[in-house]
Each structure stands twice: as structure tokens, then as C-alpha cells.
């Protein structure tokens, strides 16, 4: 039987398509009205809302908790302190990407990490003797991110404070009498804020955002915007851009952090004596320098593509839904250089993009290669170029 | 920007900083040009403006939506990079005399049973005239970006020009051609009564076959204006409109920042008296303040009329050219009234809900009500009960207005530019009042949320923007003024009889609305006759 989340009385009044997605056995909304292009646009220019509380939580306590994590997790938690947040992955031994999520750290020994996938299981067995409590909180918690230029200006109507809170810190609040963590996260690549609560909150906290937005075009927002927006924002979405590697048959669905794009994440790793999951492969394949992949974002000439189908007598489609499947990367002599893993027309750039693994040797930003798409039920070539990710930041995401 | 040139000389100087002006001095930029766009007025936009009338509520007082902006032109120009924001306008609602409604939106399933409550007849009809529309737009969308070949001209670049044109037209389907010319010289009434039977859709429809222009959806040329409309497009897909954040004042303010961008220079309060030409060669512009500024290249974006007799001494002309502006028709027709609303208007038949304001809401229930609204215009008053095209764009763009207070733009037809034994001064406030109480009809109570009215007369469009008789194209869409022939036979390819001199205003092929075409187009001809030295920027 499928689940609903602490917020679905509210949302699923206010769905007027009956379009519901399974996420992780709950039901989300697809999108609330016809065009999932005007929730996007309520992410890019007011404010909007997306329940999460589909997201697997746990919560991390103990005194061993932050050397658990910063031997499990691969980014290094010790410099995420108290009332900040982090992104990070954890990996295998060989060095390729489990999985990602967000931690925020309460205090010293109090830790939530929220991921796409169930991870108890991993990381229980990874705790070994230490003094850690790894429990899911996920049914317990409700969470709901709020995302757009104006969520800052209306979350302050609640929690003042919100108005002063950084690039993914977090800080404890109360809204609509219930107390909540609002941290400075999200999925959009805009300015945006994840409330966290107890699901038996869920419905006073939902009813005092929802007050507070009343007059300024806040929305609620679906799968389909969030799905534009990550992709416009460059960030990566398990199977789809990348696949577990605990759940991987081969090496050819593994991924390195390198090759995702995230090397960032180990920039002082040879300054540091942290022994992590992964470290010495992570380590090897850092000094060599030569990933199989690089992840790079694709901007497909304009010209080319509304060539390509008026050819065909075609009108070009512009489609803002991201594709489900990958699409074949070629290089000038018709050589396979990598592939597309999302694909779409974004409204803010008014381009196709895309996610895109590239060999090395094409992945420098400004590289020109060809992207298969069908046309008359023929394979074609459109040129693109590759860009560095993400495609749209604007400046109040982290100001 | 400023309002003081920073030097005497340029390479090309724009006249009019409307968004043809703009897109055509940031063109010329591009390439690397030295290029001063003079406005006459304190701020960029012509008829795309946006203003705060009243604290905190933004008005698009003239120009209040986009959708023929030319594609290319987003890119070329890197709007995106400037704040290039279309946001989609989700709804089109219609609501009707006897108080049902039609509501359209963008899940083409729900309009099918929407349409099919009205018509079943014409529910499956709606796809066909959909996709028999885009068809014709697919084959004429071509011809709208290109510089129009000179029927007139005997150079080899002229005859290449129109074997081309002979090409792409050979290669049209046979329907569609036929369809095309049905539309290009026949009435939206004619077109529309081949699909439809329900009196609501079609006036739905017919609305776009009237705007800017004296007809009715019966009129012969009625069908041009349909198809012009229906050529723009949004996100791909034709005759769909969004609205640019900020409104179109919004759009113009990315453009200047582009035009800046690419070099371009702006001035502000800065009106020209005339262009300056010595042995029929244009030298560059005097301002009203008495400066001269010298350039090789002139540019004017305004209307036909004071390009050629306004800007210039229409003696240096053509006796033709001059004849055929003399005629070249504008009378204006259209009207803004423009609200500041403190709350949301409700449909009875609608309750309490409010979505259906994302878009435009379409006040024209039938062709016999929009041709009964032009009966009066033939005579030379405003119509007793208007067609009108509000647009309340605070529920897309929320910053239009303070939070829970909304602004709505009015596009009013039909308000002739000459009114029979009277004048606009004195039916300004009339005229108001009648589309207050004709909007009242629909939508009781709504005078009760009017905080603030404006109201836009053709007069008022052509004294502040400067468009003559108050024509919101630079002169009609009708089919002698178009293509070939706009503005005028020979003078298609937006240079003039005098060297150097050009045009760039929506006077010019493909013409008015927010297209940027004449202002892009125009500028790859300035640089083509730049590149070819023999044929210094005049022909005929």
C-alpha cells in the first residue's frame, strides 16, 4: 500500500491533476496544476514549495558519531561544525560513489544525514564497536523544502533569524508554534531553504508557511519543476546520473567522485591523515589525473538543433521534460566520446542542456561535440558545447 | 546611461530607443561598431515600458506581452545573460455575456472536454486548426527572418534573392499554401466557420484577427492579422504568449543591458530634430538642444511617417516614396486602461477561484459581439461594448504589485485615433468608465477593487510614444503594407533613398508587436552594405 506523507491533506487539496509519482513508496505530486513550467517559474522568480519528507533520514548520535562519519562518509565531516550542513557521498573501497546526501550537524555528537536511498543497513554495519546510534528517523520527520528569490524574504516574516542564515547552515526555529530546524539546502540551485520537523507537526508548520506566502504567488511545486530546476542547477540524481556502486554489475555502472564532478571534495586529502572509505583509490586517482569521465554540462547549439528538425519539416521541439534515457555523445570524426545522462529545454537559458560524462579529452569547457538525438526515426547530430556546471547559478543561491 | 553623448562622432547612431532601436544598436555593437542609441524620453523602451504609477504597482502601460520576439535574437543577443525571463502565461479564459466561461489551459486533454461542453463539434476541430495553423506558420516563419527580397531590384543580389524566395515557396505544401493565401487576403471569419460552430471559441479566436488594426473578424484582412498573431511563438510552440518578469518594460531594460554590454551607447532626454545629410548622404543627427553628432551611419526606428518626412526633408526624396508614406496607413485603433486592483476579481460561475487569471482573459464571448465593437469604430466612435484583452500580470510575475494586490493591463478595442466631432481629451474619462462597467458585466463588483485607472487613448500613444495616429505597428498589418511592401514599394530592405541612411522600426518587414525583427534585420543589411563599399547603404 502506498504511503502519504505528514503534508498530503493539504497537497493533495491542492493537486488539482490527481497526478501523483511513487518516491520511495509515497506518493508526490507529479505537478498541482497543468503546466509544471508554472511551478518552475514560481522557483526561479517568487517562491515555492516541495515536500520532501519521502527523503530517507537518519539520525547519528554518540560520542563516536563524528569519527563513524568521517570514516564512512568521503567528505570530510570534521570541518562541517555545529549548525552547519554538508553535502558529501560515501564510497566503496575501490573508490566509486555509493550514494549522496545531505548531513546537517546539530552539536558534536548529534548528526541527520537525509539520502535518496535506504542506507541503515550499510551503515550499521559499518559502526563495528563505536559508540554511535544510527536510527531511521525517516517516518518520524517531515520535511518540506522552500525554494526561490523571495523564500528568504518571506521565511523572515517567521523566523527572523532566516534573513542572516548562510550557505548551508542550519539553525533551530520555531514556525506555527512547532519547533523546526530551517536549514540553507535544497535541490533547485536557487536561493532556498528544507525545513525539518516532527511529522506531527507537519500540518501548523505547513499552515504558517503557506499563510506567510498568501498573496505572493508562492506555490506548491512537483516532481517535473524539480526535476527542470536540478538539471538547470547542475546537481546529480541517483540513477539517472550516476547508479550505486553496491548495486552495480560491473565497473561500467560505477562512478568515481571524479568522474561525477565532485573532486572538490578532496582537495586537502593528502594534507589529512583521515582514513575514509575509498581514500587510497580516491587518492590514486586524483594523482593520476586521468578519470574515465568527467561530468560537464552541454549546451546544445540553438541554431543546429532548429536546423536539424525544420530539415526534417519538423517545428523544433522545445521540451522542458528531462529525458529518461541516455543520449550518445560523438566527436568531430564520428567517435564516441561520452553520453548525455539528462537531458532538456531549459526557459531560463533558453537552450537544450544537459548532464553529460565526456572523456577528458573533450571535456574542456568550450569543446565541441555532437549529441544523437531522432529525427524522423533517424539518428542525427546536433553540435553542443560543453560547459562547466552548473549551467544556472544565480548569484542569491549562496549570497 | 546618460543624457549627454560622450562623443561627437560615431559609426552608427540609432535613432529611438524602443526595442527595434535597441536590438538594432546592440547588432551593430556586436559587430563592432560605435554605436549611440538616442531616446527621446527619461527612459528606454518606446511603446515596452514599464512604470510605477503607483507605489509599488507596475504598469505596462502600452505593451503588455511577448511572443513574436524573434528566436534568434534571445541568443544572438545573450538575453539570457541579462535577465531574459519569459515566464509562461498558463490560462487563456473567456468569459461569456450569459455567464458561463471557456477556460483554456496547457493540458491539450482538459481543453478537449473544456471545448467539447461548448461544442463537441469542435473539440477534435480545435486539433485540426491547431496543426493546420502551425503548418502555415512553419512554412511563413522563415520568411519573417529574413530581409524581404526587392521585387523592384535588378541587382544580381535582388534576382538571387527572389529565385530563393521562389524556392522556398515552391517547396510549400499545397494545403498550406492555399490555406496561407486564404488567410494573407481573406477574413479570420471565413477561416474560423470552416472549423468551428460555437460562438465562444470563435470569438476566442477572431480576438487575435482585430488586434492593432481597423477590421472586424468579417473584414477582408482580418486573416493576415490572425496569422501575424499566431506566427509568435513561446518555447516552441506557435501562437502562445508569456509574459517577460517585469513586463515588457522588463524585456527592454535586458535589451539595453545587452546593447551596453556589446558597447553600445545609450542616451536619455535626448530628442532629435533631424537627421543631418549633405549631397544625399546622411552625416549624422541634430539634437532639439541644437548638438550635432556626426556618424556614417543613421538609423531611425521610428514610424514611416517621421522617417521619411519628419526626420528628413521628404524633398530629398522619391516623389513615389513620399506619395506612398503620404497614404501608408496607420489610424490607430487601440487603447490601454490599466488597473491597480486590491484584490482579485471573481466569476460568479467561478466561485472563489482564481487561476484562471494566468493568462490573458479574453473579453470578446463571439464574432458578433467583436464586429458589433467595430461597427462604431467604421463610424468613427469607440465601441459601447469593447473587445478587451486583460492580462492580470501580477498573478504571474508577483512583483508587479504589492503581495494580494494585483495590477491588470487592459488592451481595449475599438478606440479610433479621430473621433467624429469630438476628441480624446474630452472622451478620455467616458471611455474609461465604459470599459470599467463593460469589464463590470462580467465580473460584478469589480469597480469596488479598482484602487487606481489609467487610461491609454490613441492620442496618448502617439504623443508619449511617438507612434503616428497612435498605431501600435507602425502603420497597419494590412497586405500593402507588408513584406514587399513595407513601408513601401522598393524601400523593403530598410535602407532609404538617402546613403547611410536606414530604417529599423516596426514600420518595417515583418513589423509591429515585440518582434525585434525589423531592428535585426536591419542590422545585417547596415553591415552587409558596410562590408561591400560599392553600394554604400542606398539603393532603390
Known amino acids: 500500500m502506498v504511503r502519504t506523507t505528514p503534508f498530503h491533506d493539504r497537497l493533495s487539496a491542492l493537486n488539482e491533476t490527481g497526478l501523483w509519482v511513487h518516491w520511495s513508496g509515497h506518493l508526490s505530486a507529479l505537478k498541482y496544476q497543468p503546466s509544471e ?83 541503515l543497513a550499510y551503515f550499521r554495519r559499518l559502526a563495528g564497536a563505536a559508540a554511535v546510534e544510527i536510527d531511521d528517523v525517516s517516518s518520524e520527520m517531515a520535511s518540506l523544502a522552500f525554494q526561490g528569490p523571495k523564500s528568504r524574504e518571506i521565511l523572515a516574516t517567521l523566523v527572523p533569524e532566516v534573513a542572516e542564515l548562510g550557505f548551508f547552515h542550519h539553525t533551530p526555529a520555531k514556525i506555527g508554534g512547532s519547533p523546526v530546524t530551517i536549514s540553507r539546502t535544497g535541490y533547485t540551485g536557487d536561493l532556498g531553504y528544507e525545513l525539518w520537523m516532527d511529522a506531527g507537526d507537519a500540518l501548523a508548520v505547513w499552515d504558517a508557511l503557506w499563510e506567510a506566502g498568501r498573496g505572493r504567488g508562492v506555490v506548491p511545486f512537483g516532481n517535473a519543476a524539480l526535476l527542470m530546476a536540478r538539471i538547470e542547477a547542475g546537481l546529480l540524481l541517483i540513477n539517472v546520473d550516476f547508479h550505486s556502486s553496491r548495486f552495480a554489475f560491473n565497473d561500467h555502472e560505477r562512478s568515481t567522485p571524479v568522474e561525477l564532478g565532485l573532486g572538490w571534495m578532496f582537495r586537502d586529502v593528502d594534507k589529512s591523515d583521515r582514513r575514509f572509505i575509498g581514500r587510497d583509490a580516491i587518492r590514486r586517482e586524483l594523482a593520476a589525473g586521468a578519470p574515465r569521465w568527467k561530468m560537464m554540462g552541454l549546451l546544445v547549439d540553438w541554431q543546429d538543433y532548429a536546423h536539424r528538425y525544420e530539415e526534417g519539416g519538423l517545428i523544433p521541439p522545445k521540451d522542458s521534460t528531462p529525458t529518461a534515457w541516455e543520449m550518445m555523445l560523438y566527436g568531430e570524426g564520428g567517435e564516441r566520446v561520452g553520453y548525455a545522462t539528462s537531458f532538456m529545454y531549459s526557459p531560463m537559458l533558453q537552450r537544450h542542456i544537459a548532464l553529460a560524462r565526456l572523456q577528458p579529452d573533450v571535456a574542456a569547457p568550450g569543446s565541441r561535440v555532437n549529441l544523437e538525438v531522432t529525427i524522423n526515426h533517424r539518428y542525427e547530430l546536433v553540435g553542443a558545447d560543453v560547459a562547466r556546471l552548473p549551467l544556472f547559478s544565480p548569484a542569491r543561491k549562496t549570497a | ?36 542609441i538616442i531616446e527621446r524620453r527619461h527612459l528606454v523602451g518606446g511603446a515596452a515600458i514599464t512604470e510605477e504609477l503607483l507605489p509599488g504597482f507596475h504598469f505596462t502601460t502600452f505593451s503588455y506581452a511577448l511572443s513574436l ?10 538575453l539570457p545573460k541579462h535577465g531574459f525571463m519569459p515566464i509562461e502565461m498558463p490560462t487563456t479564459f473567456a ?18 472536454h473544456e471545448i467539447a461542453r461548448h461544442s463537441p463539434h469542435d473539440a477534435d476541430a480545435y486539433d485540426q486548426y491547431h496543426h493546420d495553423m502551425s503548418r502555415v506558420c512553419q512554412a511563413l516563419k522563415p520568411l519573417l527572418d529574413r530581409v524581404p527580397p526587392n521585387l523592384f531590384g535588378t541587382e544580381p543580389d535582388d534576382l538571387a534573392e527572389m529565385a530563393e524566395l521562389a524556392r522556398h515557396l515552391r517547396g510549400i505544401d499545397r494545403k498550406v499554401m492555399h490555406d496561407a493565401v486564404r488567410l494573407l487576403t481573406g477574413s479570420a471569419a471565413d477561416f474560423l466557420d470552416d472549423y468551428f460552430e460555437s460562438d465562444i471559441l470563435k470569438g476566442l479566436l477572431s480576438s487575435s484577427s482585430i488586434i492593432g488594426t481597423k477590421v472586424g473578424p468579417r473584414s477582408a484582412g482580418s486573416g493576415l492579422v490572425l496569422l501575424y498573431h499566431n506566427i509568435g511563438e513561446y518555447d516552441g510552440s506557435f501562437g502562445t504568449w508569456a509574459f517577460h518578469k517585469g513586463g515588457n518594460g522588463g524585456f527592454t531594460q535586458v535589451l539595453a543591458r545587452a546593447a551596453t554590454a556589446f558597447g553600445a551607447e545609450i542616451v536619455l532626454d535626448a530628442p532629435v530634430a533631424n537627421v543631418i545629410t549633405r549631397n544625399g548622404r546622411a552625416t549624422g543627427v541634430a539634437l532639439a538642444d541644437g548638438t550635432e553628432l556626426e556618424a556614417n551611419v543613421v538609423v531611425s526606428s521610428l514610424d514611416p511617417r517621421r522617417t521619411f518626412t519628419q526626420l528628413v526633408d521628404p524633398r530629398e526624396l522619391p516623389s513615389d516614396l513620399v ?18 486592483l486590491s484584490g482579485l476579481p471573481r466569476y460568479p460561475a467561478l466561485g472563489e477561484r482564481t487561476d484562471q487569471y494566468r493568462g490573458f482573459t479574453n473579453i470578446g464571448p463571439s464574432m458578433d459581439y467583436l464586429e458589433r465593437a467595430y461597427d ?60 470599467q462597467a463593460t469589464i463590470d458585466s462580467f465580473f460584478p463588483g469589480f469597480h469596488d477593487l479598482v484602487l487606481h485607472r489609467e487610461v491609454v487613448t490613441p492620442l496618448d500613444i502617439e504623443r508619449v510614444v511617438g507612434l503616428s495616429e497612435g498605431n501600435i505597428f507602425a502603420g497597419e498589418f494590412f497586405a500593402p503594407q507588408m513584406y514587399f511592401f513595407r513601408p513601401a514599394p522598393g524601400w523593403n530592405q530598410y535602407r532609404t ?12 518587414h515583418p513589423g509591429g508587436c515585440v518582434t525585434g ?13 558596410l562590408s561591400a563599399p560599392s553600394r554604400p547603404g542606398s539603393a532603390g
Not at chain 2, 525589423?518 to 552594405?529: F, W
Request: charge should be neutral; include cysteine; aromatic fraction near 12%.
Open chain 2, 497 to 508: 533613398p538617402i546613403a547611410g541612411y536606414y530604417q529599423c522600426g516596426s514600420g518595417t
Open chain 2, 376 to 435: 462604431e469604430a467604421k463610424y468613427g466612435w469607440f465601441s459601447s461594448r469593447p473587445y478587451i484583452d486583460a492580462c492580470i500580470q501580477s498573478t504571474v510575475d508577483p512583483d508587479m504589485a504589492p503581495p494580494g494586490q494585483h495590477v491588470m493591463s487592459c488592451f481595449v478595442q475599438y478606440a479610433p485615433y479621430h473621433l467624429k466631432g469630438n476628441d480624446w481629451e474630452t472622451q478620455r474619462q467616458p471611455f474609461g468608465d465604459n470599459v
Open chain 1, 37 to 119: 513550467k508554472f511551478e518552475y517559474f514560481a522557483i526561479r522568480n517568487t517562491a515555492a514549495i516541495f515536500d520532501t519528507s519521502p527523503l530517507y533520514k537518519y539520525r547519528i548520535r554518540g560520542r563516536d558519531a563524528e569519527w563513524f562519519l568521517a570514516g564512512v562518509l568521503a567528505r570530510d565531516i570534521r570541518a562541517c561544525r555545529p549548525g552547519r550542513a554538508q553535502y558529501t557521498i560515501w564510497c566503496d573501497e575501490r573508490g566509486f560513489v555509493v550514494e549522496d546526501g545531505v548531513v546537517l550537524r546539530f552539536s558534536e555528537d548529534e548528526f541527520l544525514l537525509s539520502a535518496a536511498e535506504p542506507n
Open chain 2, 323 to 340: 506619395e506612398n508614406i503620404t497614404r501608408y496607413r496607420f489610424q490607430g485603433t487601440s487603447a490601454k486602461v490599466n488597473f491597480a
Open chain 2, 1 to 36: 546611461m546618460t543624457t549627454v553623448a560622450s562623443a561627437r562622432r560615431y559609426d552608427a547612431i540609432v535613432i529611438g530607443g524602443g526595442h527595434n532601436g535597441l536590438v538594432n544598436g546592440a547588432y551593430l555593437a556586436k559587430a563592432g561598431l560605435r554605436v549611440l
Open chain 2, 69 to 78: 520576439l524573434r528566436p534568434d535574437i534571445v541568443h544572438e543577443l545573450e
Open chain 2, 95 to 112: 468569459p461569456m455575456e450569459n455567464g458561463d466561461h471557456l477556460l483554456l489551459g496547457t493540458d491539450r486533454n482538459l481543453n478537449i
Open chain 2, 517 to 529: 525583427g525589423p531592428g535585426q534585420l536591419a542590422s545585417r543589411q547596415i553591415l552587409k552594405d
